[in-house]
Every structure is written in structure tokens, then in C-alpha cells.
């Protein structure tokens, strides 16, 4: 069965590392209620955004969720985050970290 966007093979098909390097993906740290500190990353589109939690929770040991298209991480990880998405296959060009 070939990809229903590109049309080619799924071993040739190379959709997902398109998509993956055209992201502009934010980073930042938010302090929620009793002083608890939040990672927020955003800017995902037309990925699994519930694999990419998943792979950064185990990569940071930490907690987290993702809802409406932003990752939620427990504790502050900002300065970690960008060095995972990278290894993961997004463009260190896009990630911004504020």
C-alpha cells in the first residue's frame, strides 16, 4: 500500500521528515498554580502530537500531557526540550526557546 500523500512506498516515502522539518515549534516555561512550573511546546501541525509527549516524557522523566496541539510537561525543561526535538528529526532553525 503506498502513501496516500505522496503516492511512493512506504520504505522511499519521506512525508513524515518533511513535515517533521517544516514545524515551528515554541518552547517556553509557565508557573502554574502553587508555584508549579509548567514546559509548554506548541506549534505542532499534522504530526502525532500523543507520540511526540510520549517520547518526550521518557526522554525527560517527567510527566506531562498533550492537548489542543501543546505539549504540557511537568517541571522546567526548556533548555532539554530543544535537544530532544532535534535528535527526534525536527530543524533546530524552527525551534524557538523563550
Known amino acids: 500500500m503506498n502513501c496516500p500523500k505522496c503516492g511512493l512506498a512506504p520504505e522511499l516515502c519521506v512525508c513524515d521528515e518533511m513535515t517533521r522539518c517544516g514545524q515551528k515549534i ?17 506549534g505542532f501541525d499534522n504530526v502525532d502530537l500523543d507520540k511526540i509527549a510520549k517520547d518526550l516524557k ?7 500531557t498533550s492537548k489542543s496541539n501543546v505539549i504540557e510537561l511537568q517541571g522546567d525543561h526548556k533548555n532539554k526540550v530543544k535537544n530532544v526535538l532535534i535528535g527526534m528529526g ?5 525551534i524557538d526557546v523563550a
Open 26 to 42: 515554541r518552547v517556553r516555561a509557565d508557573k502554574r498554580s502553587y508555584g508549579k512550573i509548567v514546559t509548554l511546546v506548541s
Open 58 to 64: 521518557k526522554k525527560l522523566a517527567c510527566g506531562g
Open 90 to 94: 525536527f530543524s533546530e532553525d524552527m
